[in-house]
């Protein structure tokens, strides 16, 4: 293991060092090819974290192919101990099976970068997360396909690929390039799940890792009534009212609200936040659209099924996910056409809207990869017309904001994102469709900022810095 390796690990570690002490557990999954006695990983992840609510998957093996979960003991200085292992030519003994080994091409290092303290796919879920991603040599050169995935359809239990195994034992649907380590610290403070409001008062809960100093840690609140932040402040976590509240222990703070107003809470501790959730009436709403929707829908899974459908598609999938799309503009306060459903109209747009202030959202929707039937340049293409022709009456001023939509996530879209910010367009991925459906959005929605938002996340993408999306709805 080279130098920088060494440097990087040593950084992530001192970065969540302020809170280590809620990591007293750590868990292995991985996914590797056997070489010999060597097990070559695929795709690797230790997850840091205070405990884990489920038990370790069972040991799997397919031809070559294995994929396992161990649980490592001992605490920081092992943990830390365990994964320099991984990343060193001999690598770190699993008993019994072998030993696990990052490994890089013929003639080439392990690949590493600076460690991401607020990794997106946290982000989206209003966690810190905290990731290093180490890089070894080409997964392909390892898992040749699809003789890969047809060995796994072969298996005793039988997986339809490797992306498949991958969601399976916790390593997400990893990209098909290079073989990955990744280390990741889950959040050591969270807002309680279980908060609510209810009538005009607000019973907020903060939940800390164990280990952790109640007085370092603080509950903050913005209290919004009709989008405008009413009341705002934070409780600091010794002053907490602190009991076993279902299972968990939790610390309560209570607060008179408006009625129907919206709350955002933020557990923070040492002085980082670490938790972000917005909490509201489940029988309140102050977007007249929403309660709609709630009133057409209502559990709540008919959109969410539209949206997140499982993939590959089957049936009308795509034909469902366009017009939950719509639905789910309108519902954030946006006037939508939609145009793609009917054959005589399908060349000219998936989806028109409008805000409010009259600015126009040109979508394009996919349930695949963003360049599949050329969607990207279409849209393009269909947005210049649509300049062109409001230039032609008079109406340069209108902006017109071009957007894709696909119910595949940003891991397995990446190799689209560069074309699709060259071209202009804002992607919006399955990340993005999940922060709507499970934050406050539709439940308090602002089309015009929402459309100023949008255009501000397109600039960064198209920024030197290669700046990651951030979600635009």
């Not at 800390?208 to 405008?228: E, F, M, Q, T, W």
């Not at 406050?440 to 900022?449: I, P, T, V, W």
Request: with cysteine; glycine share 8%.
């Amino acid at each position: 293991m080279n130098q920088h390796v060494e440097n990087m690990i040593a950084a992530f570690f001192e970065a969540i060092q302020p809170w280590k002490s809620a990591y007293s557990k750590a868990r292995l999954s991985f996914i590797a090819v056997k070489r010999d006695d060597t097990l070559v990983i695929l795709a690797a992840r230790v997850y840091l974290s205070a405990g884990f609510r489920n038990p370790t998957k069972d040991w799997f093996e397919a031809g070559d192919v294995v994929a396992g979960q161990l649980e490592l003991s001992g605490g920081g200085a092992p943990f830390l101990q365990a994964i320099e292992a991984i990343a060193s030519p001999d690598g770190f003994a699993i008993p019994e099976r072998g030993r696990l080994v990052l490994r890089a091409d013929d003639n080439q290092n392990i690949s590493v970068g600076p460690p991401d303290l607020l990794h997106a796919e946290g982000l989206n879920q209003g966690n810190r997360l905290a990731v290093l991603t180490l890089c070894g040599g080409r997964r392909d050169m390892l898992a040749p396909q699809p003789q890969s995935d047809w060995m796994l359809k072969a298996a005793e239990r039988p997986f339809d690929s490797l992306t498949e195994l991958s969601v399976e034992f916790g390593l997400g649907a990893t990209p098909n390039t290079h073989t990955t380590l990744e280390v990741i610290a889950n959040t050591a403070a969270e807002v309680w799940l279980h908060s609510s409001v209810d009538e005009g008062k607000a019973v907020l809960g903060l939940w800390l890792a164990p280990d952790l100093d109640r007085s370092k840690a603080r509950l903050g609140y913005r209290v919004l009534d009709r989008n405008i932040v009413v009341t705002r402040g934070s409780v600091d976590g010794n002053k907490l009212d602190w009991g076993e509240r279902l299972g968990d222990v939790i610390g309560e703070l209570s607060l008179e609200v408006p009625r129907g107003a919206v709350v955002q809470c933020i557990a923070s501790y040492a002085g980082h936040a670490h938790h972000l959730r917005w909490i509201a009436d489940p029988q309140t709403y102050q977007n007249a659209r929403a309660a709609v929707l709630s009133n057409v829908d209502q559990t709540g899974k008919l959109l969410r099924g539209y949206l997140l459908p499982d993939l590959p598609p089957r049936g009308k999938a795509a034909d469902d996910f366009e017009s939950a799309v719509a639905w789910m503009l309108w519902g954030l306060g946006f006037a939508p056409v939609s145009f793609g459903m009917s054959p005589k109209t399908r060349d000219a747009f998936d989806i028109l809207a409008v805000s409010p202030r009259g600015d126009f959202v040109v979508v394009e929707c996919t349930l695949g990869l963003l360049r599949a039937e050329s969607k990207l340049s279409k849209l393009s293409a269909r947005e210049a017309a649509l300049h062109k022709m409001l230039a032609t009456s008079g109406l340069q001023h209108v902006r017109v904001l071009p957007v894709i939509v696909t119910a595949m996530t940003r891991d397995e879209i990446k190799a689209d994102l560069c074309a699709a910010a060259e071209t202009g367009v804002l992607v919006l991925s399955r990340e993005d469709i999940e922060a709507v459906l499970d934050g406050e959005r539709l439940r308090f929605a602002n089309a015009d900022q929402l459309f100023e938002q949008a255009l501000r996340n397109l600039a960064e993408s198209q920024s030197p810095q290669d700046a990651p999306l951030l979600s635009a709805v």
